[in-house]
């Protein structure tokens, strides 16, 4: 092969493997606009100091972002403009079956295709929020806003209902001491955590699928001896790892791997439509996707069902603590009562006690918080000026038996 295909010929090749990746705009841009990117997560969004020093520190670790793919219709693939030829080849084939993934799978149902136009107009809203009501009092709510977003707080944002396992949905909907124009900040929060929070429970597979085409495209496309050695480096860096790291390039390309070795490319389509991370490698990791990662090569069935567990626990949406909305008017009094979904992992208490505070500061009332420490049941309260920690008796709590627990 000589000259490096333009895009128009690899969407052409992304079709004919059988990916479906929609309408791409494919921009290329300067580091510091892929720095930004990466920092705020979506264009357009909403400017709060978090944000700034998330691309501060973005810009110091010196990682280089090489692109960004933003949900929408079309997605746009935002491309480091100094990439090398062979690395932006290989970038673009990723970001097509990026937006492959993120136009079939289940759990980005919900993120809505004018993504980036709702984001902006949200944007202009706090900016006139804060002209009305004073900067300070608009940052006042977005620090706890966007500190319980995908954080301490976070637990599954369902968009259009606020459910038991919603909790930023719940206090935009019922807090009783906020303001509209405060509920609606929650609100947008909220709205913006739903693509963000596809995104983080299917972070093995998008990338693992991504992974796993781009090998394939950039195979089909038959490159010549000097390209093809460079290709063999890119993806060799791209999927490297050191036993006991988590690369979720090399875990999903694995993982897909397994699916095709079993049941074809089809049952991978399939996979890439209804799998995020926890069922793809509870339905799919076996063995040899194990040794493949360097996991354990040989020994009985219960030392890979451990290492399998422990693998589980790191990824997706088992990353974050649970957290369970258990009552919204705890002893009468409007008080929001929390569990969290133990599972051998305790929390960390200082970090739950400022979550809470953030919750009581948007709620408006004491909030409460059962969990396990030290292997007892523990009750952290907090009434928005201090927190209160009490050892609640065996039995003893709002719903002892399904949260909170050792």
Known sequence: MGAIPDD?????????????PGPVAIRRV????????????????????????????????????????????????????????????????????????????????????????????????????????????????????????????????VLGQATSDDLLGLIAARAPGLQ???????????????PLAAQLRTA????????FWHRR????????????????RVHAMVTGCQPGDLNPYALGEALFEAVVARGGTAAAFRARQAEDDVSLVRNHCDLAVAVRLGGPEAGTAEAFGAWRDALLRRVGWNRLPQIAVESVNHRGRGELYLCHRYDGRELDLDAAVGALALVARLWGRPVHLQTVSAGRSRLLSHDGRSPVEA???PGGGERPWSCGKP
Request: proline residues 5%.
């Open 391 to 393: 050892v609640l008796p």
């Open 180 to 194: 509209p124009w405060q509920r609606d900040l929650v609100a947008m929060v909220r709205a913006e955590t739903v």
């Open 204 to 211: 093995v597979a998008n990338e693992g699928w991504a992974t």
């Open 8 to 20: 128009a010929i690899l969407w052409e090749l992304a079709r004919a493997l059988g990916l479906d």
């Open 30 to 157: 300067p580091a510091v606009a892929l720095d930004t990117l990466a920092a705020y997560l979506l264009p357009g969004r909403m400017h709060h100091w978090s944000l700034g020093r998330r691309y501060e520190h973005i810009r110091r670790s010196g990682v280089r972002i090489h692109e960004v793919v933003v949900p929408g219709c079309p997605a746009t693939v935002y491309l480091w403009a100094a990439n090398a030829p062979v690395l932006d080849l290989v970038v673009r084939c990723h970001a097509l079956a990026h937006a492959d993934f993120i136009r079939h799978n289940a759990y980005f149902a919900g993120v809505p295709q004018d993504l980036t136009e709702r984001v902006t107009d949200q944007a202009a809203r706090v900016r006139r929020y804060a002209a009305r009501y004073g900067q300070e009092a608009v940052e006042a709510v977005l620090d706890a806003a966007l500190a319980l977003a995908l954080g301490a707080g976070a637990t599954a944002p």
């Open 217 to 232: 495209m950039v195979r089909a496309l038959e490159l010549d001896g000097e390209a093809s050695v460079e290709f063999a």
